[in-house]
């Protein structure tokens, strides 16, 4: 896998947040620092969803796509 996923977005108590997810299998959250975005994880995305899990990783609240 080397392209970023296409988001998908979550309703989370009144805000709309991004998240992009690649692969199956047991899940692993990442989550961005300040000033960051979800594809900040591009590379670790790719490696996990190979490996076997599924990555997903959002943009947290006023970053990126989220709200």
Known sequence: MTDFPE???VDAGGVRLATYAA???PPVI???GW???A???KNQIAALAD???R???LDLKGFGGSD
């Open 7 to 9: 988001p998908e977005f």
């Open 23 to 25: 692969g199956d299998g």
């Open 39 to 41: 594809y900040s994880w």
């Open 30 to 32: 990442l989550v961005h």
């Open 35 to 37: 000033p960051e975005i």
């Open 51 to 53: 490996a076997g899990y």
């Open 55 to 57: 990555a997903i990783a």
